[in-house]
């Protein structure tokens, strides 16, 4: 997915916005949560951008590309998604179903510094195959503030880290499983939602130093493997 119905945000003839794809992407999900309406300063705190670029970026989704509208604007309720909003964050959650903040002491396995930091994870349905090295997924992460971000892969049994090679899922013996506790807890996440982890499926886990920071290093690592 190359989203270039979001390129007409990024035109201008003066200043480019300050805000970036992964702001966009996370503002639509934030938006489909919040179906009765979201303003401007909630998406500014959830969003970590300043007030400018909360009112701008509101106002190029209502008025550029047509994603989000004011339900009534007599009352203060901020905004929602409109028809072709929702159609456009349904073919972003088919390839990225889920975006959810998980324990960080669960994660120790994973993340090397668990101590006061904070985490999230994306699954990111048959990206396997865009995984390189893992380097791009971190400075995705780091990119916009975060602590860093790796990825797992599910080879149809386990929860492992990606081969060396990187060019196919190996045997269990050529990569590390992770510790059946994990690969539970995961799983009972993703069950709770409705969602099947499926071979080649990715999770890219994101860390930072507060949940809004996790949850944009996440996502942005995570469009790395669109």
């Known amino acids: 997915m190359k989203f270039e119905e979001l ?18 992407i996370l503002a639509l999900y934030m ?37 989000i509208t004011v339900l009534d604007k007599k009352i203060r309720k901020g905004h929602v998604l409109t028809e072709v909003g929702i159609k456009y964050l349904k073919e972003i959650k088919s390839m990225i179903p889920i975006i959810k903040e998980v324990e960080t002491s669960v994660l120790k396995e994973i993340i090397i510094e668990a101590e006061n930091i904070y985490s999230y994870f994306c699954l ?35 929860l492992i880290f990606p081969s060396k090679s990187h060019s196919k899922i190996g045997s269990e ?8 506790n994990i690969s539970a807890y995961f799983e009972s996440i993703l069950l709770e939602e409705n969602i099947k982890l499926e071979k080649n499926d990715v999770l890219a886990i994101g860390a930072g130093k507060s949940p809004q920071r996790a949850r944009l290093a996440t996502l942005n690592a995570a469009l790395t493997l669109l």
């Open 7 to 24: 390129d007409e945000l990024f035109l201008s003839p003066t200043i480019k916005p300050t805000f970036e794809r992964v702001h966009v």
């Open 173 to 180: 013996n050529e990569n590390m499983i992770l510790s059946k």
């Open 31 to 67: 938006f489909g949560e919040n179906r009765e309406g979201m303003g401007r300063y909630r998406l500014q705190k959830e969003l970590l951008i300043g007030e400018g670029t909360a009112r701008s970026l509101i106002k190029k989704l209502n008025e550029k590309i047509k994603f």
């Open 124 to 158: 990111i349905k048959n990206a396997f195959h865009n995984i390189t090295n893992g380097v791009s997924q971190r400075d995705a992460a780091i990119k916009v503030n975060g602590s860093g971000a790796t990825c797992l892969v599910f080879n149809g049994k386990n």
